[in-house]
């Protein structure tokens, strides 16, 4: 059967003549109609908890720029504080969580099971957004993996080298392996719920892989990932997984395999042209394009597009930045991007 959107058809392994194009972050505070939505809604997580107006942030880099994906406005620390934990966002710095550092902060959490009361209104974006997108636009949900997520459970907050989880896998392993597996547990439950609701395709964020070295990336960055992708694919055999274990450097290599993933998200640390020798034999590859071009634009950004377009053209792939676009970015830019792929 022949599949008309063009992310799923990518997914499934199919080499396109111009690749389909979405942009981590897409909803965002670069763009003015959503600072508009976010003040009306109060707050960050107020935003995230209204289904309608998480609707409404989600389906606007859609109206403006016609990407091939969308995908839905919440955020990776909604499952902690699904599971218990406290969390606030402190505006113009970030997030902000109640810590864990010994065995009776991991005994308050809650269960896997007990997640969706919290996290039902974003089943109902989900259940929205497929009224509303368009019928050649896919549909994204999204978890954070359990390694980046516990990152932020362990400090507290975002940290530069995640300094707090390194020390609590050391300093009490039982713990931490604990923690996720708890969390490995919710996330199978939350991304399967989210399918049920009408995501088309998952994306798991393992946004600080990079920190994990040897034996340990096999056991906190892949183990989780494989498990989540089997039961997901036990359950929903149809919905292709995106895993996004950034700064994976030669790790990205196999990583697909030693996951099921069916693409694999890189960052710009890497080159396309390694990514087309190594990752992409695997199958579908995405990312690369450094944000900081959403910022500078210009004759750099085009002949960057071309570049990667060129590179991972004889095999499956989705164009997008190597990481979320920043606020100070100049939404023109990523017009110019868009068009450069487009046209390329
Ligand atoms: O002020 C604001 O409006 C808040 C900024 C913001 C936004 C727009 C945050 C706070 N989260 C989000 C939305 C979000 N977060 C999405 C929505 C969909 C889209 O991409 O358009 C997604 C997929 C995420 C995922 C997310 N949240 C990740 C993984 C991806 C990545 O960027 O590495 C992480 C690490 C977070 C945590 C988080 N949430 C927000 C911030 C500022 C952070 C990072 C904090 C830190 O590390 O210090």
Not at 22 to 51: H, I, V
Not at 57 to 76: E, H, N
Not at 157 to 175: E, F, I, M, N
Request: aromatic content about 8%; glycine content about 8%; some cysteine.
């Amino acid at each position: 059967m022949t599949q008309p959107k063009t992310i799923l058809r990518a997914l499934a392994g199919e080499p396109l003549p111009t690749p389909p194009i979405w942009m981590m972050r897409q909803a965002g505070r670069y763009l003015p109609e959503y600072k508009a939505t976010r003040a009306e809604a109060g707050d960050f997580l107020s935003l995230c908890y209204n289904s309608d107006l998480a609707t409404e942030v989600t389906l606007q880099p859609i109206r403006r720029y016609g990407f091939d994906a969308a995908i839905m406005f919440a955020d990776i620390l909604l499952v902690p504080q699904a599971l218990g934990a406290d969390l606030w966002f402190v505006t113009g710095e970030g997030p902000r969580l109640s810590t864990i550092s010994d065995e009776s902060d991991f005994a308050k959490l809650g269960g896997a099971d007990d997640i969706h009361d919290t996290l039902a209104p974003i089943y109902q974006t989900l259940r929205n957004l497929r009224g509303a997108l368009p019928h050649e636009t896919t549909l994204i949900g999204f978890a954070g993996a359990p390694w980046t997520v516990a990152t932020y459970m362990i400090a507290g907050r975002g940290t530069p080298d995640q300094g707090p989880a390194h020390a609590l896998k050391a300093a009490h392993p039982d713990v931490f392996d604990a923690l996720i597996q708890r969390l490995t547990d919710a996330t199978i439950e939350y991304l399967s719920s989210q399918i049920d609701a009408g995501a088309e395709v998952i994306k798991l964020f393992d946004s600080w892989a990079g920190s994990l070295k040897g034996d340990d990336f096999d056991r906190y960055a892949i183990a989780p990932a494989a498990r989540i992708i089997a039961a997901l694919k036990q359950r929903h055999s149809d919905t292709p997984i995106i895993a996004f274990p950034r700064g994976a450097g030669e790790r990205y290599a196999g990583f697909a395999q030693a996951t099921g993933a069916d693409c694999v998200a890189f960052d710009d640390a890497v080159s396309a042209e390694w990514v087309a020798e190594k990752v992409q034999p695997d199958g579908c590859v995405q990312g690369n394009l450094k944000s900081s071009h959403m910022v500078t634009g210009g004759e750099k950004l085009v002949r960057e597009t071309r570049r990667i377009v060129e590179a991972l053209r004889n095999g499956p792939h989705i164009f997008n930045l190597g990481h979320g676009i920043t606020p100070d970015a100049d939404p023109a830019n990523v017009q110019l991007m868009i068009d450069t792929v487009r046209g390329a």
